[in-house]
């Protein structure tokens, strides 16, 4: 593939690699460190003039630091003559403030100033995964392509469950309805959903499940799980309203603070989620984690974006 670049960020540079394996690449040379005062400072290894440039940062980890290293990163390949430059961004960063609510009308809307910072660092289009609220594409004015980890969710269920035909996938709460209703139409079973209140951010009052799912296997599906606070409550009243098992398939798995002791007391067969974020710690202490590999689906919207070919193809298939 010529004339084109890819770079890692400092926070999931697993990923990377593996992306640039698919693609047949090296990962391009890179220096990023810190001055004594915390200052970011990068250095890219090799000419990016006229060059097709790829730069794989994921919203994790130091959050802060990473988006501003990717932020640096974007705008030394720009002012260096890249022709043009894409942010792959498998987790965006603050896409849960998305949003003024009824509740504390002062609240930012961040992930928009999110979006007008890359912009203005020059970043020329970006590629994401399952954002929290896909309206986070109308933030931008520069071209968003906002990949699924539902074909490879899919792709888990069908070698992973063996029962999943006498499946029902549930949404922990009403905004992930739309997502289970397709994973449900596309396996030809049964959706319910929980219905919850919550007091303040990172705390649930009370569940309400609306569906029938006693003697089935369960599966929960979100676009991610952060304390677990919601999903450990879901799979209790999943299980009390008589459900035989219980899975939970997240595409971001960000596991913070009391989230895997909270896993490894629930009553879970596995939990799932993809590698948009490391997850090797977090399996070490809990043995229900399970990874599915994203990186294929990653490095073919890479692929097609520089050939100029549809990436529309990837909302419903796992490339080979």
Same mark, same amino acid.
């Given at each position: ?64 630091? *990473?988006?501003?290293?990717? &932020? $640096?990163?974007?705008?030394?390949? @720009?002012?260096?003559?890249?022709? +043009?430059?894409?942010? #792959? ?98 396996? *030809?079973?049964?959706?319910? &959903? $929980?219905?919850?209140?919550?007091? @303040?951010?990172?705390?649930?009052? +009370?569940?309400?499940? #609306? ?74 202490h809990c043995p229900k984690i399970q990874v599915i590999d994203i990186s294929m689906i990653l490095a073919e919207a890479i692929r097609r974006t520089h050939n100029g070919e549809s990436v529309s193809y990837l909302f419903s298939h796992v490339p080979l």
């Amino acid at each position: 593939m010529p004339n084109i670049k890819i770079f890692s960020g400092s926070s999931h540079p697993d990923l990377s690699q593996k992306i640039a394996d698919r693609l047949g690449l090296e990962l391009g040379k890179v220096v990023t460190k810190k001055f004594s005062n915390q200052e970011t400072c990068v250095e890219i290894g090799e000419s990016v003039r006229g060059e097709d440039v790829y730069i794989v940062q994921s919203g994790c980890g130091e959050i802060n630091d *990473n988006l501003m290293e990717l &932020l $640096i990163m974007i705008n030394a390949c @720009k002012i260096a003559s890249a022709s +043009r430059v894409s942010a #792959v961004i498998p987790c965006f960063p603050y896409a849960r403030q998305d949003k003024k609510d009824k509740v504390g009308s002062r609240a930012p809307i961040s992930a928009k100033l999110v979006a007008n910072m890359l912009s203005v660092s020059g970043a020329d289009h970006i590629i994401t995964m399952d954002l929290h609220a896909s309206q986070i594409q109308g933030f931008f004015d520069i071209p968003v392509d906002n990949l699924y980890a539902e074909p490879a969710v899919l792709k888990w269920i069908k070698e992973n469950i063996l029962e999943w035909k006498n499946s029902i996938i549930v949404s922990p709460d009403a905004g992930g309805a739309k997502r289970v209703t397709s994973i449900a139409d596309r396996l *030809n079973v049964d959706f319910a &959903l $929980i219905h919850k209140e919550r007091k @303040k951010a990172n705390e649930v009052d +009370r569940m309400v499940l #609306v569906g029938d799912v006693r003697d089935r296997v369960a599966i929960l599906v979100d676009d991610m799980a952060d304390t677990c606070g919601t999903i450990c409550h879901a799979a209790d009243k999943l299980i009390s309203a008589g459900a035989t098992k219980v899975y939970a398939i997240l595409t971001h798995g960000i596991f913070s603070g009391p989230a895997i002791s909270r896993i490894n007391n629930a009553c879970f067969e596995a939990v799932v989620v993809t590698n948009t974020i490391p997850q090797e710690e977090k399996m070490k202490h809990c043995p229900k984690i399970q990874v599915i590999d994203i990186s294929m689906i990653l490095a073919e919207a890479i692929r097609r974006t520089h050939n100029g070919e549809s990436v529309s193809y990837l909302f419903s298939h796992v490339p080979l």
